[in-house]
């Protein structure tokens, strides 16, 4: 089962992005699906989650109100909306599956996709 992830770019501050992250080889039915991110130089850090049923998210402090997480069951797809986007979002990107929510926001998950990278400019 692999994660692919997609939709980084450059954008200017202010700009939205949308990252997709398509499952293959397996349907990820069930799991916890998330977004984590690793700027230059810095550790990889939380940026949001969301549960199989899409009734439960969570999201970094620094991106509340700006990012939303959502789902495509039929395209077993999960999406990073990322809104009024700043230069402190530039990372790469990286989207994750787990089983249970739990320490959602530690990297402690079983399957990650390859990264996009996200640049915005100021």
């Known amino acids: 089962v692999q994660l692919q992830a997609c939709g980084g770019g450059l954008v200017q501050a202010g700009g939205s992005l949308r990252l997709s992250c398509a499952a293959s080889g397996g349907t990820f039915i069930g799991y916890i699906m998330s977004w984590f991110r690793q700027a230059p130089g810095k550790e990889r850090q939380f940026v949001a989650a969301?549960?199989?049923?899409?009734?439960?998210?969570d999201f970094a402090d620094s991106v509340r109100g700006r990012f939303t997480i959502s789902r495509d069951f039929a395209k077993h797809a999960v999406y990073l909306q990322m809104n009024m986007l700043k230069p402190d979002d530039t990372a790469v990107y990286y989207c994750a599956a787990k089983h249970r929510w739990v320490d959602i926001d530690q990297d402690q998950y079983h399957y990650w996709g390859q990264g996009t990278l996200v640049t915005v400019s100021s």
């Open positions: 969301l549960n199989w049923s899409g009734d439960k998210t």
